[in-house]
């Protein structure tokens, strides 16, 4: 059973700091691709920034050069550092990581419950 638990999100001011954490637990064999998706009341959820096991990373445009995505592959842990937040970054973020159970199973996705971050002026 893998589990993904996302933790740091909360209330922030425009212009404020936030860190997430993603921890993924349980039978993994290997992870190649982690990233952090976010969703925001009446949208899609949209890709924020993923990195893949050799530390490549990708960001959305609205993102660029506020957020960094980085990763632990020691502790099975990703990152979020979200600087110069605005209120459009408000939504739930979630945990995705793309990895291999045992060395014997295919690669699936799995996701993280959510972590609500707020952005308010």
């Known amino acids: 059973q893998v589990q993904l638990v996302e933790s740091g999100g909360g209330l922030v001011q425009p212009g404020g700091s936030l860190r997430l954490s993603c921890a993924a637990s349980?039978?993994?064999?290997?992870?190649?691709?982690m990233g952090w998706y976010r969703q925001a009341p009446g949208k899609q959820r949209e890709l924020v920034a993923d990195i893949a096991s050799g530390g490549s990373k990708n960001y959305a445009d609205s993102v660029k050069g506020r957020f960094t995505i980085s990763r632990d592959n020691t502790k099975n842990t990703m990152y979020l550092q979200m600087n110069s937040l605005k209120t459009e970054d408000t939504a739930v973020y979630y945990c995705?990581?793309?990895?291999?159970?045992?060395?014997?199973?295919?690669?699936?996705?799995?996701w993280g419950q959510g972590t609500q971050v707020t952005v308010f002026s």
């Open positions: 995705n990581a793309d990895l291999q159970a045992n060395w014997y199973a295919s690669r699936a996705d799995y």
């Open positions: 349980g039978s993994i064999f290997k992870i190649y691709v």
